[in-house]
């Protein structure tokens, strides 16, 4: 096989890879997620749930250390073909494992979905990888389209799920998510023959030194993941219930300013090479007014809900917060620049490992919080707790914080932007 073919082959598995990657990041918020009624109907509690859903963000960061290591000897077709059969298997067995005997149904269905975090954390080295070596000059514009078609995964899987899961039962809808992702799958497949290269010589583990023992690399890891670490506490959360105990908006009302935000980040991601032009090209400038702008947002929500500011001030708040998640392209454009071609693709899975480090350990922070007003919550008939405003208010105090430390992170991060000729 010839060099252009060879080419080819490996473009179609990588736009194969592009949409097993939006349903890997729908699958994020999947578990417990549109599903929360229909798991709990079948007896699992809301500490079962929530390990459940813990178990995916740790799997996922987990597989991205152990396995994006290898993306450098054994290429990002091999990492693509291992986690699309992960993540395509997992989907597969979680609504099935529900059909087991009560005292096996919970473990089956914590085990798939293990096995699908494993898969969805796999494949993106794989795509970062192979979208280096394929479009490298290009990478800025290309990475943003990838990331901007990834993060419609989560946008879907709220209203258009729901609706889905209304029509014909959960099972079925998430088998029908997941015999899509099936189909992708086998096209990628079919696609890789001949299109897997020979693995390279050289100690993975040396690569992954190479990426973890950069201090500017350190630096943009840092930034970046207190970021995902603030923003990923709203939709998998306290953001839906933030809005709806403090009066701020309805249960409907609220889901749609959670989409709203998916697509403000998606767009971002999409728009990375326009914003670059209004910043002259200035990355690390960039970088700055995001982060600037998350701060201000945790400032906001903290205020607002101190001083009982009108609902509009905490509407502005999360989208604030969410600005510095829309540049996840801007931050692997950063990594890229700052290490040579052979570990590009492994130092930006690692940016994003370093992010679902931080993800996982937010949840627990923001858990903490609530629970600390549990005695001054109010119960509902319905046996609901009402959080105070104050809770809301520590959260995003805990935001400010971590905006903090990612500014100044910032601050050491090399300006990347090419010198003009």
């Known amino acids: 096989m010839d060099e252009m073919q060879l080419r080819r082959r490996q473009t179609v598995v990588l736009w194969c890879g592009v949409v097993l990657s939006f349903f890997t990041s ?10 929360i009624d229909d798991l709990q109907a079948l007896g699992f509690n809301a500490v079962e749930l929530s390990a459940m859903a813990f178990s995916y963000f740790c799997t996922y960061a987990a597989s991205q250390l152990a396995l994006g290591a290898f993306s450098v000897r054994y290429g990002g077709v091999r990492l693509m073909l291992f986690g699309g059969g992960c993540f395509v298997l997992g989907s597969l067995l979680f609504p099935l494992g529900s059909l087991c005997p009560a005292g096996w149904a919970y473990w089956l269905m914590f085990a798939a979905r293990m096995l699908t975090g494993l898969g969805a954390g796999t494949l993106f080295p794989g795509l970062a990888k192979l979208t280096s070596d394929l ?12 990331m901007f078609l990834g993060y419609l995964g989560p946008i879907c899987g709220r209203e258009p799920v729901l609706m889905l899961v209304k ?5 079925w809808a998430l088998e029908i998510l997941a015999l899509s992702s099936l189909a992708a799958f086998a096209v990628l497949v079919i696609a890789s023959r001949g299109a897997v290269k020979p693995v390279m010589p050289g100690n993975s583990l040396t690569a992954l ?8 690399n350190l630096m943009i890891f840092m930034a970046s993941s207190v970021v995902y670490g603030a923003f990923y506490v709203l939709p998998a959360m306290a953001g839906q219930k933030c809005l709806t105990d403090c009066g701020v908006l ?8 959670m989409m709203a935000q998916g697509v403000m980040i998606a767009l971002g991601n999409l728009g990375t090479v326009l914003l670059l032009k209004l910043f002259c ?11 600037l702008c998350g701060l201000a947002g945790g400032a906001l929500g903290a205020v607002a809900f101190q ?5 509009h001030a905490v509407v502005a708040a999360f989208f604030l917060v969410a600005v510095p998640a829309c540049l996840f392209s801007l931050q692997s454009l950063i990594v890229k620049e700052l290490n040579p071609p052979d570990i590009a693709g492994l130092s930006i899975s690692m940016l994003n490992f370093c992010a679902f480090v931080l993800i996982a350990a937010c949840q627990p922070v923001a858990g903490v919080l609530l629970h600390r007003y549990e005695a001054a919550a109010t119960k509902t008939a319905e046996g609901v707790l009402v959080y105070p405003p104050a809770a809301y208010r520590d959260i995003f105090v805990f935001f400010v914080v971590l905006e903090v430390i990612g500014i100044v992170c910032a601050l050491f991060v090399p300006e990347t932007r090419p010198k003009r000729s």
């Open 26 to 35: 729908m699958s994020k918020i999947l578990v417990p997620g549109p599903i």
């Open 307 to 311: 001083s009982g500011l009108p609902a």
């Open 135 to 146: 479009y490298n000059k290009r990478f800025a514009l290309v990475f943003s389209v990838i």
């Open 250 to 257: 309805s249960k409907v009302g609220a889901e749609r300013l």
């Open 281 to 291: 090209g200035r990355r690390k400038l960039m970088l700055l007014f995001s982060l």
């Open 209 to 216: 030194g190479r990426v973890f023992g950069s201090r500017r």
């Open 167 to 171: 029509l014909v039962k959960w099972r």
